[in-house]
Nanobody, 120 residues
């Protein structure tokens, strides 16, 4: 059974960098069959796709967030890392990591999400 668990600070100050970790168990983040995405949700925006990292470490980002977003990984720990720089209040919300299957293009596993507040 694949499990994804997000973790990170629940509160970030404006202009700081948000860093979140997604720990994956039950499956390898280097598997060629899957991509690993970060998605966030807020009342004002609904679900917003942020970016994805693939088995080879390559990544793609939402154009609206590309200048502030970085997704990396630690294969020794089977973890994904999201960094969002220059945080603004509108970045508050619930952040999820999720796995998608290349063949069908669907998400099959999600983390439970982690709440992020932005306040000074």
């Amino acid at each position: 059974q694949v499990q994804l668990q997000e973790s990170g600070p629940g509160l970030v100050k404006p202009s700081q960098t948000l860093s979140l970790t997604c720990t994956v168990s039950g499956g390898s983040i280097t598997s060629t069959d899957y991509g690993w995405d970060w998605i966030r949700q807020s009342p004002g925006r609904g679900l917003e796709w942020m970016g994805v990292i693939f088995f080879d470490g390559s990544s793609h980002y939402n154009p609206s967030l590309r200048s502030r977003t970085s997704i990396s990984r630690d294969t020794s720990k089977n973890q994904l890392v999201l960094q969002l720089s220059s945080v603004i209040p509108e970045d508050a919300g619930v952040y999820y990591c999720a796995r998608h299957q290349h063949v069908v293009g669907e998400y099959d596993y999600w983390g439970q999400g982690t709440q992020v507040f932005v306040s000074s």
